[in-house]
């Protein structure tokens, strides 16, 4: 019997559109809660894959000699300079990313504006979705349901939002066009990505790009990294936290004393800060775009 991987979870995470996708792996890897949900999730799927019908092959990663669209480049100047040493990444640092048609000759190290650097990997098709019958999904739901049901009710709504991303993603998605976009990751110590998310193009240009991951230790309160893209022409963005986080599916809303305000100057198509908050509430319900001289080019709003 062939062992699904916790890397194939996490694929499955990352094909995720953004704008609407928080990646909670750290830079040293998930905290521990969210380890443990990845290794129920892993358990899950390996007993539903026992179905013939429910198995796939593994996410494939392939590459592209070919340039970006001329859309593509000429939304992001990151993409347009030309390639430094820095930039060369060997093609063996990315095949975990499970994505189609990397624009290898493309691939440009951003670093924001307070000095955190990431990867932008742009490709042909960010989309890995894969397509197995309705039961497939049904039986996941339900060997999932069994695993986390003597679990603290916190861990299972953040277990439940990560299994509504693998169905969506990774089992009821319909077929398809090749959707061009990329990937966004934070380097880690050695230069090599760590974690991060996937935009299409269309949602880059209409919304940009927004995720978090957890930034500190597991104390109290906690931190989270929040990072993003947007297309040329933003210099400068305003994310604004919301004081009542609700969740899908969640009764009990999270609340906090305030609202957060955090603004940031955009360097290499990319805007980095930190937000007092665990990943998964650290979400901005609305981010402002001003150009260079303090001009308001877009609101871009987000559902709570």
């Known amino acids: 019997m062939r062992r699904v991987s916790l890397a194939l979870v996490a694929a499955l995470l990352g094909c995720a559109a953004a704008g609407t996708t928080l990646t909670a792996a750290g830079v040293n890897g998930p905290p521990p809660g969210q380890r443990e949900i990845f290794r129920l999730l892993e358990q899950a799927i390996e007993k539903v894959e026992r179905d013939r019908a429910c198995r796939?092959?593994?996410p494939r990663t392939t590459f592209s000699d070919d340039p970006p669209s001329s859309r593509f480049l000429a939304t992001l100047g990151v993409l347009r300079r030309p390639a430094n040493e820095?930039?060369?990444?060997p093609d063996d640092a990315l095949r975990h990313v499970a994505i189609e048609g990397i624009y290898r000759g493309y691939v440009r190290v951003a670093?924001?504006?307070g000095g955190r650097d990431f990867l932008v990997v742009p490709a042909r098709d960010i989309d890995?979705?894969?397509?197995r019958p309705a039961r497939c999904a049904a039986e996941l739901r339900r060997r999932f349901g069994r695993l986390i049901r003597?679990?603290?009710e916190r861990f299972k709504h953040r277990a439940r939002r990560v299994l509504?991303?693998?169905?969506?993603?990774?089992?009821n998605s319909p077929a398809r066009k090749p959707v061009e976009g990329l990937f966004l990751f934070e380097r880690d110590s050695e230069g090599r990505p760590a974690s991060g998310g996937s935009v299409s193009l269309n949602e880059l240009r209409r919304k940009g790009y927004v995720s978090?991951?957890?930034?500190g230790s597991n104390s109290r309160p906690a931190r989270s990294g929040v990072e993003g893209m947007v297309p040329d022409s933003v210099a400068r963005v305003t994310a604004t936290f919301p004081r009542v986080v609700r969740h899908r599916g969640d009764r009990n809303p999270r609340r906090y004393r305030s609202r957060v305000t955090r603004s940031a100057l955009v360097r290499d198509n990319v805007f980095a800060f930190v937000v007092p908050r665990a990943p998964e509430d650290a979400f901005p319900s609305r981010v402002v775009w001003r150009a260079a001289d303090g001009r308001v080019l877009k609101v871009v709003r987000f559902p709570g």
């Open 212 to 215: 978090a991951t957890f930034g």
């Open 56 to 58: 796939v092959p593994p």
């Open 111 to 113: 670093r924001s504006a």
């Open 86 to 89: 820095a930039d060369r990444v």
């Open 128 to 131: 890995s979705s894969i397509t």
């Open 164 to 171: 509504r991303q693998v169905i969506r993603f990774g089992f």
């Open 150 to 152: 003597a679990k603290p």
